[in-house]
């Protein structure tokens, strides 16, 4: 996975436009809860395209940013340096004292595994993720990593893709199999359910979570733009699906065209459907101690069912 995004950080900006509109959808669900966090944490922060956000929203927090790719994050200080060198730069935002702290500071950034994090336990009042989740193939594994991170009552928030993603890409291969005969195999990731989403976080240890999704759709003029779109974006479709039938990769692609084809619409353009999950949750006060002793809190002391005397 850092190969695949390592090759593909120059080209990124050709398809940022998706992500950009979903990091402002998540801004303004935002806005709807109050919150003041002092360390923020963007997991998967890519080019670093929404870490100027999050600090004009929250000026007097310290923003961090995390993502697997070098040359993602390349691209990220760079855009940093860029931004501190017009005097645009974010650090605008803050009071003089908090500027002067971090003028010397410089970008902050790391190279890390969303679901391996190098910090320690409780550091972030909130964790942002925008459509990243659905590159790990175990999100019941990451949500409990960042639940580690964040404070007590802090705030998850994320975007992510669901099943209906790329419905139609599926489809135009699977009447490419059909047409060549080949046995049917997956040509795009799994993307998980909105519910199962939010079973997972109540097992991790949040608690309230709030899921919803929307369908978007992305026309392309002809089957080459889109298959172009989809390799900038990342790990799908899989090409090398077929070299174990030894299939003749352009016939297939060949197919795959003609199938996308016939899905043009009346205005002659050919649709490609992305369902993005949003979701937020606070991190659950805890029951437990990590030698599984259960913790009683003073407030919670003679809350209990009232006896009939």
Not at 55 to 82: C, H, K, N, Q
Not at 138 to 167: A, C, I, Y
Not at 254 to 278: C, H, M, S
Request: glycine share 8%.
């Amino acid at each position: 996975m850092r190969e695949i995004f390592d090759g593909r950080a120059d080209a990124f900006d050709e398809v940022a436009f998706l992500p950009c509109e979903i990091a402002e959808r998540m801004r303004e669900r935002l806005e709807y809860i109050k919150v003041a966090p002092v360390r923020v944490l963007d997991a998967a922060c890519g080019v670093g395209a929404d870490l100027a956000g999050l600090r004009e929203l929250f000026a007097e927090a310290s923003v961090t940013g995390v993502d697997i790719s070098s040359a993602m994050l390349a691209r990220a200080r760079a855009a940093e340096a860029a931004d501190d060198d017009s005097g645009a730069g974010w650090r605008r935002f803050l009071p003089s004292t908090l500027a002067k702290a971090f003028g010397a500071r410089g970008p902050q950034l790391a190279q890390a595994d969303f679901s391996a994090l190098p910090f320690a336990s409780d550091a972030f009042e909130l964790l942002w993720s925008n459509l990243a989740l659905h590159w790990h193939a175990h999100p019941d594994l990451v949500f409990p990593e960042w639940q580690r991170v964040l404070k007590v009552n802090g705030l998850l928030m994320f975007s992510t893709f669901g099943p209906d993603t790329l419905r139609e890409l599926r489809a135009a291969y699977r009447e490419a199999e059909r047409t060549l005969g080949l046995a049917p195999v997956p040509h795009t990731i799994e993307f998980v359910d909105m519910h199962d989403l939010g079973d997972m976080l109540v097992e991790s240890g949040f608690e309230i979570p709030v899921m919803d999704q929307e369908v978007l759709t992305i026309t392309y003029k002809s089957p080459e733009s889109l298959f172009a779109d989809v390799t900038r974006w990342g790990a799908y479709p899989f090409e090398r699906a077929y070299e174990a039938a030894r299939a003749d990769p352009q016939a297939v692609r060949g197919a795959v065209n003609q199938a996308l084809e016939a899905l043009r619409r009346d205005d002659g353009t050919i649709p490609l459907t992305f369902e993005v999950i949003y979701g937020h949750a606070w991190k659950a006060v805890p029951r437990m101690t990590p030698e599984g002793h259960g913790i009683v809190r003073l407030e919670d002391i003679g809350r209990g069912p009232k006896r009939n005397r």
